[in-house]
């Protein structure tokens, strides 16, 4: 995937200009190691599979001494050298290819390394916000509950919702740094929005009748 793929943004992470009045008021990506953590279970998996090669070596010590152990551990741990490689490099793609914005009316997620796809999401259609940060780095996960009638597949926005909510998918903004920042900006940019008074416009025939 290159910058290419996305010339016909009209600015990085929106799929049209924002209309009059609406402001963009932040951007960001997921912090690839973090995201490689968290949705790809990079130190979950790593561990696996070096439990399995030290479990092999173990067992070919009894037999073949170790000089048979090193050599039985040796291709289990290039494999999970190489499954290492593998998750951090698709985390790597998953933060390339994503950018979640928030703009005074709504919540817009680009996302998609191998089929780009953008959400938009209104405030009005949020119900509700979490916000997961961990202390030692600041990094955290922002989900979202939208209303019922916001039909959202949790497999087409995976990694980008909140971990094991099949049923009902929640959006979220996966592995951001200074999380508690931006879950400030989204709260403050909702309430803004909720409490905006609405003007409806009259014919003036319904205003002189009215008189």
């Known amino acids: 995937m290159s910058d290419r793929d996305f010339n016909f ?3 990085p992470g929106l799929p049209a200009p924002l209309p009059a009045g609406e402001d963009l008021l932040w951007q960001g990506s997921p912090d690839a190691a973090a995201l490689s953590r968290e949705a790809f279970k990079l130190h979950w998996i790593t561990g696996y599979l070096i439990v ?4 092999r070596a173990g067992a070919a010590f009894a037999d073949a001494g170790a000089v048979g152990s090193i050599a039985r551990l040796l291709p289990y741990l290039a494999l999970a050298g190489a499954g290492y490689a593998v998750i951090r490099f698709l985390g790597w793609m998953q933060a390339r290819a994503t950018i979640y914005s928030i703009t005074s009316a709504r919540v817009i997620m680009r996302i998609g390394a191998a089929l780009p796809i ?3 999401i209104p405030f009005v259609c949020i119900d509700n916000a979490s916000v997961t940060v961990d202390p030692k780095t600041g990094h955290g996960t922002i989900a979202l509950q939208t209303s019922g009638n916001m039909r959202l597949s949790y497999g087409v926005m995976w990694p980008h919702v909140r971990p094991w ?3 009902q998918p929640q959006p979220a903004f996966r592995a951001i ?3 508690a920042r931006v879950a400030r900006i989204l709260a403050d940019a909702a309430q803004a929005k909720i409490n905006e008074p609405r003007i409806e416009t009259q014919p003036a025939a319904a205003l002189v009748a009215a008189e």
């Open 9 to 11: 943004e009209p600015q």
């Open 52 to 55: 399995i090669a030290l479990w």
């Open 118 to 120: 953008t959400y938009t």
């Open 165 to 167: 909510f099949l049923r």
């Open 177 to 179: 740094p200074d999380a």
